[in-house]
Every structure is written in C-alpha cells, then in structure tokens.
C-alpha cells in the first residue's frame, strides 16, 4: 500500500512537473519575441530629430537595442529555450557568444 502511495505521489509529481512546462510555452510569448524584433527594427531605423550631431542620441538608442535584447533572451529563458543569434543579428554583440 505504502509503495503504491509513494509512486503515485511521484507520478504526480512528475505530471506537474511536466505540465508547467508545456504551460510555458504560451503562443503570448512568441508574439512578444516578434513584438520586440519590430521593436529592434523600428530602434535601429530610427534618426535623431532636430539635432543630427547629438552623441546621446546613439548612446540611447544602443542603450535602447541592449534593453530589448535583454528582454528577448529573458523570454527565451522563460520558455525553457536557449537564447541564439545569428552575427547578423542586431543582439549579437550584447551577447557572450
């Protein structure tokens, strides 16, 4: 009887386990990496305004492109998956690669 009790708590165990990750492959967090690529598109595309020669600009925009990548690897974490970008992509250099 005690084996029977032992088993079955850890098959629940188990089950849980495995329903937590397939809970964390939400279809939301797939349409946030896409949000953030536009994000990342849109950032780099962009063009200071009224002053062309001001240095914060492209401090900020990096700034900008470094905190978004952030946030796409830590979704890729979250789905359990590793975070890969290729050289041409605009996050490469604030990974360690």
Known sequence: MRTKVVL???GLCAISFFAGLVAASDPRLDQ??????KAIAL???SE???NPED??????RLKTVKHLCEA?????????QPFVVSEDD????????
């Open 8 to 10: 079955s708590i850890g």
């Open 32 to 37: 946030a990496v896409e949000n953030i690529t």
């Open 43 to 45: 950032v780099e595309a």
């Open 48 to 50: 200071p305004g009224t």
């Open 55 to 60: 240095p914060k600009f492209e401090k900020h």
């Open 72 to 80: 796409a690897e830590v979704i890729s974490k979250m789905k359990g």
């Open 90 to 97: 605009p996050c490469f250099e604030f990974t360690l690669q």
